[in-house]
Protein backbone atom coordinates (compact mmCIF):
# COMPACT_ATOMS: atom_id res chain seq x y z
CA UNK A 1 0.00 0.00 0.00
CA UNK A 2 1.42 3.62 -0.72
CA UNK A 3 1.04 6.13 1.27
CA UNK A 4 2.06 10.35 1.20
CA UNK A 5 4.67 10.72 3.68
CA UNK A 6 5.44 14.38 4.71
CA UNK A 7 9.51 14.85 4.74
CA UNK A 8 11.13 17.52 6.59
CA UNK A 9 12.95 20.06 4.20
CA UNK A 10 16.51 21.13 4.91
CA UNK A 11 15.54 23.44 7.33
CA UNK A 12 13.27 21.61 9.41
CA UNK A 13 10.78 23.79 8.84
CA UNK A 14 8.49 22.99 5.88
CA UNK A 15 7.10 19.85 4.53
CA UNK A 16 7.19 18.58 1.13
CA UNK A 17 5.26 15.59 0.38
CA UNK A 18 7.46 12.07 -0.72
CA UNK A 19 5.31 8.53 -1.65
CA UNK A 20 6.55 5.49 -0.53
CA UNK A 21 5.52 2.07 -0.12
CA UNK A 22 4.55 1.69 3.51
CA UNK A 23 4.79 3.84 6.97
CA UNK A 24 8.19 5.53 7.50
CA UNK A 25 8.99 3.21 10.77
CA UNK A 26 7.54 0.44 8.87
CA UNK A 27 10.25 0.76 6.42
CA UNK A 28 12.89 1.08 8.75
CA UNK A 29 13.32 5.03 7.81
CA UNK A 30 14.68 7.29 10.59
CA UNK A 31 11.58 9.21 11.71
CA UNK A 32 10.92 12.13 13.70
CA UNK A 33 9.00 12.97 16.93
CA UNK A 34 5.28 13.01 14.66
CA UNK A 35 6.56 9.50 13.16
CA UNK A 36 7.44 11.26 9.75
CA UNK A 37 10.47 10.09 7.62
CA UNK A 38 13.11 12.61 7.65
CA UNK A 39 14.84 14.42 4.06
CA UNK A 40 17.42 12.31 3.01
CA UNK A 41 16.20 8.83 4.04
CA UNK A 42 14.99 7.72 0.50
CA UNK A 43 16.38 4.45 -0.10
CA UNK A 44 17.85 5.28 -4.06
CA UNK A 45 20.27 8.36 -2.36
CA UNK A 46 22.71 9.25 -5.12
CA UNK A 47 26.55 8.09 -4.89
CA UNK A 48 27.39 11.42 -5.62
CA UNK A 49 25.88 12.70 -2.63
CA UNK A 50 27.73 11.68 0.10
CA UNK A 51 25.19 12.69 2.97
CA UNK A 52 22.27 11.29 1.36
CA UNK A 53 24.31 8.12 1.00
CA UNK A 54 25.25 7.83 4.74
CA UNK A 55 21.82 8.22 5.99
CA UNK A 56 20.71 5.59 3.40
CA UNK A 57 23.55 3.34 4.62
CA UNK A 58 21.90 4.11 7.98
CA UNK A 59 18.72 3.07 7.48
CA UNK A 60 19.55 0.12 5.47
CA UNK A 61 23.26 -1.35 7.30
CA UNK A 62 23.26 -0.20 10.88
CA UNK A 63 22.04 -1.64 13.88
CA UNK A 64 19.24 -0.28 16.55
CA UNK A 65 19.65 0.30 19.77
CA UNK A 66 22.68 -2.56 21.47
CA UNK A 67 23.44 -0.63 24.27
CA UNK A 68 26.00 2.22 24.81
CA UNK A 69 28.99 1.71 26.22
CA UNK A 70 32.71 3.29 26.28
CA UNK A 71 35.21 0.65 28.18
CA UNK A 72 37.38 -1.76 26.72
CA UNK A 73 34.86 -4.43 25.68
CA UNK A 74 33.10 -1.74 23.14
CA UNK A 75 36.30 -0.60 21.96
CA UNK A 76 37.39 -4.28 21.70
CA UNK A 77 34.57 -5.32 19.75
CA UNK A 78 34.77 -1.99 17.16
CA UNK A 79 38.28 -3.28 16.31
CA UNK A 80 36.62 -6.52 15.51
CA UNK A 81 33.78 -5.10 13.65
CA UNK A 82 36.23 -3.13 11.16
CA UNK A 83 38.94 -5.23 10.81
CA UNK A 84 41.68 -5.82 8.23
CA UNK A 85 41.00 -8.65 6.49
CA UNK A 86 45.28 -9.50 5.28
CA UNK A 87 45.01 -13.02 3.47
CA UNK A 88 41.68 -11.25 1.26
CA UNK A 89 43.73 -7.93 1.14
CA UNK A 90 40.48 -6.34 1.96
CA UNK A 91 38.53 -4.24 5.27
CA UNK A 92 35.43 -6.53 6.81
CA UNK A 93 32.87 -4.50 7.63
CA UNK A 94 30.45 -5.88 10.46
CA UNK A 95 28.51 -3.37 12.42
CA UNK A 96 26.54 -5.52 14.04
CA UNK A 97 29.59 -6.64 16.04
CA UNK A 98 29.76 -3.54 17.45
CA UNK A 99 27.52 -3.52 20.20
CA UNK A 100 27.81 -2.02 22.95
CA UNK A 101 28.93 1.31 21.43
CA UNK A 102 29.97 4.75 21.63
CA UNK A 103 29.09 7.99 19.75
CA UNK A 104 32.66 8.61 18.07
CA UNK A 105 32.56 4.63 16.85
CA UNK A 106 29.22 4.76 15.83
CA UNK A 107 29.59 7.86 13.44
CA UNK A 108 33.17 6.37 12.12
CA UNK A 109 31.76 2.88 11.78
CA UNK A 110 29.22 4.17 9.50
CA UNK A 111 31.86 6.16 7.28
CA UNK A 112 33.47 2.88 6.91
CA UNK A 113 30.51 1.59 5.79
CA UNK A 114 29.31 4.51 3.61
CA UNK A 115 32.66 4.57 1.75
CA UNK A 116 32.04 1.06 1.45
CA UNK A 117 28.61 1.36 -0.51
CA UNK A 118 30.10 4.54 -2.27
CA UNK A 119 33.03 2.50 -3.86
CA UNK A 120 30.83 -0.40 -4.88
CA UNK A 121 27.91 2.09 -6.16
CA UNK A 122 30.83 2.78 -8.99
CA UNK A 123 31.43 6.31 -7.93
CA UNK A 124 34.86 5.83 -6.98
CA UNK A 125 37.19 3.65 -5.67
CA UNK A 126 39.97 3.75 -2.56
CA UNK A 127 43.07 1.60 -2.97
CA UNK A 128 43.83 -1.41 -0.42
CA UNK A 129 46.21 0.60 1.41
CA UNK A 130 43.68 3.12 1.74
CA UNK A 131 41.20 0.72 3.66
CA UNK A 132 44.12 -0.85 5.66
CA UNK A 133 44.29 2.53 7.15
CA UNK A 134 40.79 2.80 7.96
CA UNK A 135 40.97 -0.35 10.28
CA UNK A 136 39.96 0.36 13.50
CA UNK A 137 42.87 0.01 15.99
CA UNK A 138 43.80 0.44 20.07
CA UNK A 139 45.41 4.00 18.45
CA UNK A 140 45.87 6.66 21.17
CA UNK A 141 44.04 10.00 20.52
CA UNK A 142 45.53 12.12 17.25
CA UNK A 143 47.08 8.54 15.76
CA UNK A 144 46.56 7.03 13.02
CA UNK A 145 43.08 7.76 11.40
CA UNK A 146 40.77 6.39 13.92
CA UNK A 147 43.05 7.90 16.65
CA UNK A 148 42.22 11.80 14.91
CA UNK A 149 38.53 10.39 14.56
CA UNK A 150 38.00 9.47 17.89
CA UNK A 151 40.11 12.32 19.00
CA UNK A 152 38.40 15.12 21.59
CA UNK A 153 37.56 18.38 19.65
CA UNK A 154 37.64 18.68 16.19
CA UNK A 155 39.06 15.13 15.43
CA UNK A 156 36.56 14.03 12.73
CA UNK A 157 36.52 17.55 11.37
CA UNK A 158 39.98 18.20 11.49
CA UNK A 159 40.73 14.59 9.37
CA UNK A 160 38.14 15.37 6.45
CA UNK A 161 40.08 19.00 6.66
CA UNK A 162 43.28 17.14 6.36
CA UNK A 163 42.70 14.95 3.68
CA UNK A 164 40.71 17.72 1.57
CA UNK A 165 38.06 15.16 1.43
CA UNK A 166 34.84 17.91 2.56
CA UNK A 167 34.05 20.87 3.87
CA UNK A 168 33.21 22.26 7.59
CA UNK A 169 31.22 24.90 8.58
CA UNK A 170 28.94 26.13 11.44
CA UNK A 171 26.18 27.27 9.95
CA UNK A 172 22.83 24.78 11.03
CA UNK A 173 20.68 26.15 8.12
CA UNK A 174 23.64 24.97 5.71
CA UNK A 175 23.23 21.18 7.21
CA UNK A 176 21.60 18.40 5.02
CA UNK A 177 20.74 14.88 6.77
CA UNK A 178 23.82 12.65 7.04
CA UNK A 179 26.45 15.33 7.60
CA UNK A 180 28.73 14.92 11.06
CA UNK A 181 27.65 17.23 13.85
CA UNK A 182 30.38 17.58 16.70
CA UNK A 183 28.78 20.07 19.37
CA UNK A 184 29.39 20.11 23.09
CA UNK A 185 27.58 20.15 26.26
CA UNK A 186 29.45 22.87 27.90
CA UNK A 187 31.65 25.52 26.88
CA UNK A 188 34.48 23.66 27.40
CA UNK A 189 36.34 22.33 24.29
CA UNK A 190 39.54 19.78 25.03
CA UNK A 191 40.58 18.34 28.06
CA UNK A 192 37.75 19.06 30.03
CA UNK A 193 35.05 19.08 26.86
CA UNK A 194 31.69 16.70 27.63
CA UNK A 195 30.96 16.56 23.94
CA UNK A 196 28.78 14.49 21.40
CA UNK A 197 29.41 13.18 17.52
CA UNK A 198 26.31 12.68 15.53
CA UNK A 199 25.12 12.14 12.32
CA UNK A 200 22.52 15.28 11.58
CA UNK A 201 19.09 14.46 10.34
CA UNK A 202 17.26 18.02 10.33
CA UNK A 203 16.00 20.43 12.49
CA UNK A 204 11.88 21.58 13.60
CA UNK A 205 10.75 23.81 16.12
CA UNK A 206 7.61 22.66 18.38
CA UNK A 207 5.76 24.80 20.74
CA UNK A 208 8.45 27.53 20.31
CA UNK A 209 11.15 25.27 21.19
CA UNK A 210 13.81 24.39 18.47
CA UNK A 211 14.93 20.85 18.16
CA UNK A 212 17.76 19.19 16.76
CA UNK A 213 17.09 15.27 15.20
CA UNK A 214 20.40 12.92 15.14
CA UNK A 215 21.36 9.87 15.09
CA UNK A 216 24.19 8.27 16.77
CA UNK A 217 24.90 6.35 19.66
CA UNK A 218 23.26 7.83 22.55
CA UNK A 219 22.81 6.96 26.27
CA UNK A 220 21.46 4.60 27.16
CA UNK A 221 20.45 2.62 24.23
CA UNK A 222 23.08 2.44 21.84
CA UNK A 223 21.97 3.46 18.14
CA UNK A 224 19.70 5.44 17.78
CA UNK A 225 17.83 8.93 17.38
CA UNK A 226 17.11 11.57 19.40
CA UNK A 227 15.52 14.53 18.99
CA UNK A 228 17.35 17.61 21.37
CA UNK A 229 16.26 21.00 22.54
CA UNK A 230 19.36 23.41 20.72
CA UNK A 231 18.99 25.47 23.59
CA UNK A 232 21.58 22.85 25.42
CA UNK A 233 24.09 22.22 22.50
CA UNK A 234 27.23 24.08 22.34
CA UNK A 235 29.43 25.06 19.48
CA UNK A 236 28.48 23.30 16.27
CA UNK A 237 30.71 22.01 14.04
CA UNK A 238 29.35 20.48 10.88
CA UNK A 239 31.25 18.07 8.33
CA UNK A 240 30.11 16.99 4.74
CA UNK A 241 31.89 14.94 2.98
CA UNK A 242 32.35 16.29 -0.32
CA UNK A 243 35.30 14.23 -2.19
CA UNK A 244 35.38 10.31 -0.74
CA UNK A 245 37.88 9.84 -2.70
CA UNK A 246 40.63 11.77 -0.82
CA UNK A 247 40.19 8.88 1.79
CA UNK A 248 43.29 7.82 -0.83
CA UNK A 249 45.25 10.52 1.07
CA UNK A 250 45.10 8.67 4.35
CA UNK A 251 48.49 6.53 3.35
CA UNK A 252 50.39 10.14 2.99
CA UNK A 253 49.05 11.39 6.78
CA UNK A 254 51.71 11.56 9.25
CA UNK A 255 52.07 8.87 12.17
CA UNK A 256 50.52 11.68 14.47
CA UNK A 257 48.56 14.60 15.11
CA UNK A 258 50.22 16.47 17.67
CA UNK A 259 47.32 19.20 17.86
CA UNK A 260 44.58 16.15 18.54
CA UNK A 261 47.16 14.66 20.90
CA UNK A 262 46.78 17.96 23.20
CA UNK A 263 43.21 17.91 22.92
CA UNK A 264 43.56 15.76 25.69
CA UNK A 265 45.39 17.89 27.97
CA UNK A 266 44.77 21.77 27.13
CA UNK A 267 41.52 23.74 26.41
CA UNK A 268 40.90 24.85 23.41
CA UNK A 269 38.49 28.26 22.08
CA UNK A 270 35.81 27.52 19.99
CA UNK A 271 37.64 30.23 17.53
CA UNK A 272 40.96 28.42 17.27
CA UNK A 273 39.17 25.17 16.36
CA UNK A 274 36.76 26.18 13.65
CA UNK A 275 40.31 28.26 12.25
CA UNK A 276 42.37 25.13 12.57
CA UNK A 277 39.48 22.78 10.50
CA UNK A 278 38.69 26.11 8.08
CA UNK A 279 35.16 25.98 9.34
CA UNK A 280 34.03 30.04 9.07
CA UNK A 281 32.19 30.67 12.67
CA UNK A 282 28.33 31.74 11.77
CA UNK A 283 28.19 35.59 13.12
CA UNK A 284 25.14 35.46 15.92
CA UNK A 285 22.13 37.45 14.79
CA UNK A 286 22.66 40.83 16.12
CA UNK A 287 20.73 41.53 19.68
CA UNK A 288 17.79 43.65 19.44
CA UNK A 289 18.09 46.96 20.22
CA UNK A 290 16.89 47.97 23.80
CA UNK A 291 13.59 50.91 24.04
CA UNK A 292 14.89 54.27 24.76
CA UNK A 293 13.29 55.53 26.68
CA UNK A 294 10.55 58.46 26.20
CA UNK A 295 12.40 61.76 26.08
CA UNK A 296 11.10 64.47 29.21
CA UNK A 297 8.86 66.76 28.06
CA UNK A 298 10.48 70.29 27.87
CA UNK A 299 10.09 72.23 31.05
CA UNK A 300 7.64 74.86 30.56
CA UNK A 301 8.93 78.57 30.11
CA UNK A 302 7.96 81.30 32.88
CA UNK A 303 5.73 84.07 31.96
Excluded at 32 to 50: E, V
Excluded at 99 to 106: D, N, Y
Excluded at 257 to 269: A, P, R, V
Aim: net charge positive.
Amino acid sequence: MKIIAFVLSLTGLTLSAQTISTSPAAAGLVTNARGKALAGTKRNASAADFSALTVQTLNNDMPKNGGYGAGGGAGANLRKAVMWNEEAKRLDINPSIAKPIFCSGACYLLLVKTLQNWEKSGAGKLTPEAWKQLAVRAQADGVGVWGRANANGPGFSKLVHDLKAGVNFTDINQARPGDVLKFFWSEEIGAKERGHIVIYLGHYVKDGVKYITYWSANKPDGYSVRHMEASKMHHFIFTRITNPQNFNNVVTLPKEDKWLKDMLSKSFSYEEVCAKVGAKITAKPAAKPTAKPAPKPAAKKGK
